[in-house]
């Protein structure tokens, strides 16, 4: 069974910025994509951003473009999303995701998240 653990979650100000970690219990290099998503209270799960397997590709949701970076490490089957300029509607608790399937659409494993606060 796969298991994916997230940290690095907290309490931080507008403008500030965090570094997520999400490390899985196998290579993430056997899962076609991994993700991040995000649920704010009374909110939907959404999309937040995704690396492919094949080439590294990034893909991010419009409200995170420019501001957050994923990134991957094979070696420690570790991958990371930093997020700079914080906003306080990027709160929520961020789920680290693991795909099997074609595309970055779906995903098979997930983590137990991580809460983000923005606030001042």
């Known amino acids: 069974q796969v298991q994916l653990t997230e940290s690095g979650g907290g309490s931080v100000q507008p403008g500030g910025s965090l570094k997520l970690s999400c490390a899985a219990s196998?290579?993430?290099?056997?899962?076609?994509?991994m993700g991040w998503f995000r649920q704010a209270p009374g909110k939907e799960r959404e999309f937040v951003a995704a690396?492919?397997?094949?080439?590294?590709?990034?893909y991010y949701a419009d409200s995170v473009k420019g501001r957050f970076t994923i990134s991957r490490d094979g070696a420690k089957n570790t991958v990371y999303l930093r997020m700079n300029s914080l906003k306080p509607e990027d709160t929520a608790v961020y789920y680290c995701a693991a795909g099997l399937r074609v595309g970055i659409s779906e995903y098979d494993y997930w983590g137990q998240g991580t809460q983000v606060t923005v606030s001042s």
């Open positions: 196998g290579s993430i290099l056997s899962f076609t994509a």
């Open positions: 690396i492919a397997r094949s080439g590294g590709s990034t």
